[in-house]
């Protein structure tokens, strides 16, 4: 049994996780700690805010009865707002505290992209315009090729949180572009678990969601590879476990 830890800030798509867990197969458990983010708000001091030290290593503790193996921060706004050399030390923070290996989902995006052997990706994000032109600059310190970018001017998780395939499929159409060989779509208030097969097929290409690349991630750092086609290309490749 392989459990991975993550603190989920607040309540808006954290019913993905047990839906991600059931595709995983029966020996990965996915064990989640809601953080308090204080101020729902895609707003840059509200964020820096909702991922500052104190609130995540509050949840730690419930992670290591848990028995997790690793931990991820989920949320890529409060992450990425940290800039890169920031979201590093947030990561080593979190790592020191837990006793564990730590990680972000800003990072997830970071490592997934090259996963995937591209390079230049569209960005489709739901938040406002000055927080989605902070991931850009973050992917580009990353070393990824930021083609486009669209931004949806959403203020709060909870609105993210209504969203259902629809809504995503329509923002990342609007991200698109020919030079784009992948779609992001950061953000894990948003719901995208039980379509990805469903937005790749649309869009033609591979499409990286927040909650995706976050338990993605989780399984990297645990050296665990799961071939689960029905959480998109991403789980696709190097097939160690069949489920």
Known sequence: MTTLGFLYPGHSAEDDYPRMEQLLGSDIRLSLVHTDIGED?????ALLEMGS???LVAGIEELRLSGAEAVVWACTSGSFVYGWEGAHEQVRALA???GLPASSTSFAFAH?????????VAIAATYPDDVTALFAAFLKDAGVDVVAVRASGIVTAAEVGTW???????LARAADHPDADAILVPDTALHTASFLPALEKELGKPVLTANQVTV???LRLTDRRVNAPELGELFTRERRVQV
Do not use: K, M, S, Y
């Open 112 to 120: 997934a992209v090259p996963e995937l052997g591209v390079r230049r």
């Open 41 to 45: 708000a895609h707003r840059v001091d």
């Open 53 to 55: 030290q104190d609130r």
């Open 216 to 218: 993605w991630e989780a």
């Open 164 to 170: 259902g395939e629809a809504e995503t499929l329509a």
């Open 96 to 98: 020191r505290a837990a």
